[in-house]
Structure formats: C-alpha cells, structure tokens
Nanobody, 118 residues
Framework: QVQLVESGGGLVQAGDSLALSCAAS????????MAWFRQAPGKEREFVAG????????YYADFVKGRFTISRDNAKKTIYLQINTLKPEDTAVYYC???????????WGRGTQVTVSS
C-alpha cells in the first residue's frame, strides 16, 4: 500500500502562483507512477499532470495551457505541481495519485484545497 500526503494548498488571488507537493511512503515507490488530479465543486475528478513511465516525460491535460509544471524528486519520493497565473476556475481539491503495476490509479491522497478569489 502506498500512502500519499499533499500539501501547499491555500486561498490565493487570481494571478498568483502556488506550489503543491505530494510525498509518498510505503512499498517501493517510483515517482514516475505519481500524478496530479483535481476536483472542482460539483464536477468530476479530472487528470491534471503526470509522467510517462518509459522516459519520464511529462504530460498535461489540455486545460493546463502552459500554466502548470509537474516535477519530481525520486530520492524524496515526492512530486510537485507549480501553478502560475491562477484563475478562479482553478479552484478545486488537488489530489495526488499513484498508479499500480496494473495501470490504474488505486492509491490516493486526501487532497489539498486550492481556492482562487477573483
């Protein structure tokens, strides 16, 4: 079992930046298997950013449009999400997830709330 703990959320103003972190613990961890999702009020959870397991390249949801940057520190078993030029529509709970060898994201953190005021 993998345990994930997110941090770094908060209340910010539109145009601000925020840096989120997710630390993993438990069985053998590869940060390449970790990713970010978010869930806005009244909406379904959606993918935000992750890594390809082969090559470790980053990939993003279309709505990111260059404002989000995912990075990782495998030694620390931690991934990060830098969010620039925050918009009110970025308001959501941001979750970290871990993809098992079977390919599905079956371990989740409790999330960190990001609220963007206009």
């Amino acid at each position: 079992q993998v345990q994930l703990v997110e941090s770094g959320g908060g209340l910010v103003q539109a145009g601000d930046s925020l840096a989120l972190s997710c630390a993993a613990s438990g069985r053998t961890i590869s940060s390449l298997r970790m990713a970010w999702f978010r869930q806005a009020p009244g909406k379904e959870r959606e993918f935000v950013a992750g890594f390809t397991y082969n090559g470790g390249r980053t990939y993003y949801a279309d709505f990111v449009k260059g404002r989000f940057t995912i990075s990782r520190d495998n030694a620390k078993k931690t991934i990060y999400l830098q969010i620039n030029t925050l918009k009110p529509e970025d308001t959501a709970v941001y979750y970290c997830a871990y993809r098992s060898a079977g390919g599905s994201f079956d371990s989740w953190g409790r999330g960190t709330q990001v609220t963007v005021s206009s």
